[in-house]
């Protein structure tokens, strides 16, 4: 017989990542950072499937007949609030992590789609605003870029408190990226590796926000729809007192969530995963008697428009893309983000990998993308006999294993169990 | 000049009758402002004289118009402050100037901790003492304490300049800053505020702080602090004993 190879031995957990993981901590002493978020394998809404109508209700026709998709949100107090042609919005991704061509191209993007865009961390770049169809601005603790003047030109505000891929940890942006221009544009010093604000500054508490968001309000005459982004955590404790505090909204991002740059910890073990945190919320909100008031929007490794038929029928009121919006341009998702050295000329500031991304042909594969994942929602509307995308509901769902039945309390398929708390009818 | 009596008026509604009245009047007194919060944000002209303490976020957003505060101020004061300028003849609670991006405060008595947090231009001038972490991550501006300050002062400033009378500061420096002397433009610069603003003060006696930004790595974060030899203490046998 044969020795096997060293190679070929099966190794367990001390596979060729936990090796590397190993080395690179007794070489540097130090935590990991990568870009793009966690790479685990997690609860998702592939766990999930819709059911379609036969006998029971009657089916829309794919081809002929129609299926509403316009979404409108922040109507809880907001006087004018966000209307957009499709529940897909493309999240904060910060002029600094992404060129200025690629945030150019996402811009783009909404104003084909009619949609919404949000900022990100490095301040506003006057030639997203000019583009995007509408905009969403970011109130983040270290306030990069921003005035009062964001706040003016915004059609919706986004009070951070924290993203999936690095809950409870501030934003990063390493050396590399930090050239001159995006140095200026936020105020630092070229070349620093930059770990900014861990906390607002101006509201260290749920009751001061109270106030801060009374502030905000009158600052904006009542008018503009104001959400709060929270990464999944205590999900039930965090959407209460956001409510509390009076957001039209919240936005909350899963431990799948992207980033440009973050130490891998953070991104694989802190946060719980997207389809449970918006399971979670939409029941918090039903108890409290607020779901038709306070909007939900869900993040974090939305790919595809089953993920967008199954989280409205779950409860959300929309969905944000960030990840799935890069790579429509053209990102493999090498994890590299960090290093500012993408050959796509998506996430880098160096001025030659730049001229490699076609700002109107990457905005228009971002458009055909946001519709054509749209069209992918619709379809699965109409097959359950739905005319509006947001009739979708959680009866029309069932779930594939235990654990996503267990994880959601959808039933699980070819039974009426549900192998947890129930949510909704069962 | 005009009365307005906050005693019976919510903050929106003051702000908006300020608003108003700030149209036609240069100046106006605020009587019983009994500590309401955001008194006067986002104010783009005009002169506001506040007889009494003010809650959170006063001067919030200002853009432009004068408030004196006569008593004291609370959290947050002159927040997100683009222009303009804020006398408070008292204390400050925290945070004061926080995210200031413009114009000038003067604070005659104490502050809190955390002043002027993530500040990005303008001037705050304290003549009394500040709390602890005065100036963490500053993106611009300057800061200037007169009396004391706390510790951590300066923490992780990426830019701007703090000004510091207090000659035991060597003591209480967050990381990434330096102590530097002030340059004859600055001396200067600086006199000419004390004198404007009424300071008694010689700008000589100061010292400044500054960001270390000579490189990357200068950015010194935390670090595990494992102390191998401390612990030995701690074990029940001595290494004699072992060997
Ligand atoms: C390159 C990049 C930069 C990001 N920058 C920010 C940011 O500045 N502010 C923020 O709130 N979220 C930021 N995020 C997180 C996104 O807003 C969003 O929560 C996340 O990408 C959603 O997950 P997905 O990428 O799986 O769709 C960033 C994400 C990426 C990929």
Redesign the pocket.
């Known amino acids: 017989m044969k020795r096997k190879k060293a190679k070929d031995v099966q190794r367990g957990i001390w596979n060729k990542e936990t090796l590397s993981a190993i080395d690179n901590k007794a070489s540097s002493g130090k935590h990991r950072i990568r870009?793009?978020?966690s790479t685990r394998a997690m609860p998702n809404f592939d766990d999930i499937v819709v059911l379609p109508s036969q006998l029971t209700r009657m089916s829309i026709d794919t081809y002929r007949e129609k299926c509403d998709t316009r979404t409108t949100l922040g109507s809880r107090s907001a006087k004018k609030p966000l209307v957009i042609e499709t529940p897909i919005m493309i999240?904060?991704?910060?002029y600094?992590?992404?060129s200025k061509e690629a945030k150019i191209a996402l811009a783009k993007a909404t104003a084909k789609t009619g949609t919404v865009i949000?900022?990100?961390?490095?301040g506003l770049l006057k030639e997203e605003l000019q583009n995007s169809y509408r905009q969403s601005i970011?109130i983040?603790p270290s306030r990069f870029g921003f005035s009062k003047d964001n706040i003016d030109a915004a059609d919706m505000l986004?009070f951070?408190v924290g993203?999936?891929?690095k809950p409870g940890l501030s934003?990063h942006l390493m050396g590399e990226k930090i050239t001159e221009e995006i140095a200026e544009f936020r105020q630092l010093p070229v070349g620093i590796d930059l770990h900014s604000h861990p906390r607002h500054g101006d509201a260290l508490g749920a009751d001061d926000m109270v106030v801060k968001m009374d502030q905000i309000r009158q600052l904006t005459n009542d008018e503009v729809p104001i959400f709060m982004?929270i990464a999944a955590g205590r999900v039930k404790d965090d959407v209460k007192i956001a409510a509390k505090v009076g957001v039209d909204g919240i936005?909350i991002?899963?431990a799948?969530?992207?980033?440009?740059a973050a130490p891998v910890m953070a991104s694989d073990h802190l946060g719980i995963p997207t389809m449970p945190a918006l399971v979670q919320a939409v029941k918090t909100l039903e108890e409290a008697n607020l779901k038709e008031e306070v909007d939900i929007i869900i993040?974090?490794?939305?790919?595809d428009g089953a993920d967008l038929a199954k989280a409205i029928a779950m409860g959300a009121d929309a969905v944000?893309?960030?990840?799935?919006?890069?790579v429509a341009m053209g990102c493999r998702v090498c994890l590299q983000?960090h290093l500012g050295r993408c050959g796509f000329g998506i996430?880098t500031q160096d001025k030659k990998q730049r001229e490699n991304l076609d700002i109107d042909q990457a905005a228009q594969k971002v458009a055909n993308f946001i519709k054509g994942m749209t069209n992918e929602a619709v379809l699965l509307a109409k097959a359950a006999g739905k005319t509006k995308l947001k009739n979708l509901e959680r009866e029309d769902l069932r779930a594939i294993n235990t654990e996503a039945s267990a994880v959601t309390g959808i039933p699980l398929i070819g039974t009426d169990y549900v192998f947890s708390e129930s949510f909704g009818y069962f | 000049m005009e009365y307005l009596d906050a005693a019976n008026l919510q903050s929106r509604e003051l702000n908006k009758l300020l608003k108003q009245k700030l149209q036609k009047n240069k100046e106006l007194k605020l009587k019983n402002p009994h500590s309401l919060h955001n008194i006067g944000i986002g104010l783009e002209m005009g002169e506001v004289i506040i007889e009494g303490n003010t809650g959170f976020y006063a001067g919030g957003f200002l853009n432009g118009a004068n408030l004196t505060i006569e008593a004291n101020a609370g959290w947050y004061t002159g927040d997100n402050m683009m222009a303009g300028e804020i006398t408070i003849k008292k204390n400050a609670g925290c945070n004061l100037a926080v995210y200031q991006s413009g114009g000038t405060i003067v604070v005659h008595g104490n502050v809190g901790s955390r002043l002027g947090y993530g500040m990005k231009g303008g001037t705050t001038i304290v003549c009394g003492s500040a709390g602890m972490w005065a100036g963490q991550m500053i993106l611009g501006g300057r800061l200037i304490v007169l009396g004391e300050v706390g510790r951590e002062v300066g923490e992780s400033m990426y830019k701007g300049v703090i000004y510091l009378k207090d000659k035991a500061v060597e003591a209480k420096l967050g990381g990434n800053v330096f102590i530097d002397d002030l340059n004859k433009e600055e001396i200067k610069e600086i006199n000419q505020l004390f004198s404007h603003y009424g300071i008694n003060e010689e700008a000589s006696k100061l010292q400044a702080l500054r960001p270390l930004t000579s490189g990357r790595h200068q950015y010194e974060l935390f670090e595990i602090d494992l102390q191998a030899e401390e612990a030995r203490k701690y074990s029940s046998k001595s290494l004699e004993e072992l060997l």
């Not at chain 1, 949000?118 to 490095?122: I, K, L, V, Y």
């Not at chain 1, 944000?320 to 890069?326: C, H, L, R």
Request: hydrophobic letters at 30%; charged letters at 10%; proline letters at 0%.
């Open positions: 870009g793009c978020g999240s904060g991704m910060s600094g992590a992404l949000s900022n990100g961390e490095g970011q983040l986004e951070l993203i999936g891929a934003g982004k936005i991002d899963g799948q969530g992207g980033t440009g993040s974090g490794g939305i790919k944000a893309i960030g990840t799935a919006a890069m983000c996430g």
